[in-house]
């Protein structure tokens, strides 16, 4: 990176789905730039020989991959925003992965706003087996196969390789996942789109499910801020904080270049403790990276309180 590295705001590529929404805007308050239902909104990306832009400072229209180094970012951040259900699918660990010539893909969910009776579906149901879940498709009785429960707005609900899952309607999320498009679709309620059977049932890890959501973790508790961990695997891990007063946010050390703040509500500044670095605004919906050769940042909010998840990969 040439000069001075500082927070770096990214411009966000928003995606048409006929299953999206505009709660990105009416519920987020973040401006949307194209008409119709946005389904998804990529706040960082790094795939396809395109990547994430820079809004903000001297390197404004230069692109993450300009800056990374030579390994491509392992994280995909975006928001999404299901107005109906999505397809029930899968992603391979890095071991069938390899057998299928795709992406391994573990993912987290964030969930930001749900519909009263909003359901999310995780995992098969206890004692479901592969020829359960064969007869049931071959039934059209996928559902019955599905573990499901309400979803709560601030639930984190980790989504391992090798589990079913899909998202109901009326859920807006923030997701974080390993950098991959790998997605095997097992049944997508009579659309006309191209299912994957024979790959999502090997993909699929049958036994016991883990716990539908993660418990919060406290790391930082004082009159300033209230920081929590909110997930940690070998792929990536999220913190959120809630901020009343100015703090320091100390990075955890991370192999990769960047850390990455999504602001969810409020504004105010992020300063570096650097000498000749200018602070960098920013406000609700912003997402900022945040360089690694630092090892702290200085958040201070504005009139309201700020509200922000932070990845590291």
Not at 242 to 259: K, R, S
Not at 280 to 309: K, M, Q, W
Request: with cysteine; glycine share 10%.
């Amino acid at each position: 990176m040439s000069g001075a590295a500082y927070p770096m705001k990214l411009v966000p590529r928003l995606l048409p789905k006929t299953w999206g929404g505009r709660r990105i805007e009416s519920v987020l308050r973040r401006k949307l730039t194209i008409d119709g239902p946005v389904g998804e909104s990529w706040e960082v990306f790094d795939r396809g020989g395109d990547s994430s832009e820079i809004a903000n400072g001297p390197l404004a229209g230069r692109k993450l991959a300009d800056l990374r180094g030579p390994t491509p970012f392992p994280l995909l951040v975006k928001l999404l925003d299901a107005t109906e259900t999505l397809s029930v699918q899968v992603h391979p660990d890095t071991e069938t992965a390899a057998r299928l010539g795709s992406e391994a893909k573990t993912e987290c969910w964030f969930v930001l706003a749900a519909e009263a009776g909003a359901k999310v579906w995780r995992g098969l149901r206890d004692g479901c087996t592969r020829e359960d879940l064969t007869e049931a498709l071959a039934r059209g009785e996928v559902e019955k196969c599905l573990h499901s429960f309400d979803a709560t707005p601030g639930d984190t609900i980790f989504i391992p390789a090798g589990t079913v899952h899909t998202v109901g309607a009326g859920v807006l999320l923030a997701e974080v996942q390993q950098n991959s498009d790998t997605t095997y679709r097992l049944h997508d309620w009579g659309r006309p789109r191209e299912i994957h059977v024979r790959e999502a049932l090997e993909s699929i890890h049958f036994g016991p499910r883990s716990p539908d959501k993660v418990p919060a973790q406290v790391i930082e508790d004082d009159g300033s801020v209230h920081r929590e961990l909110v997930v940690s695997c070998r792929y990536f891990a999220a913190e959120c904080f809630v901020a009343m007063g100015t703090f320091t946010l100390d990075l955890t050390p991370a192999p990769a270049p960047f850390q990455v703040m999504h602001v969810l509500t409020g504004a105010g500044e992020i300063r570096t403790f650097r000498r000749g670095v200018e602070p960098v605004a920013f406000s609700h919906g912003d997402t900022i990276l945040l360089p690694n050769e630092y090892e702290a940042f200085e958040i201070a909010p504005g009139a309201n309180v700020v509200r922000a998840l932070v990845f590291r990969g």
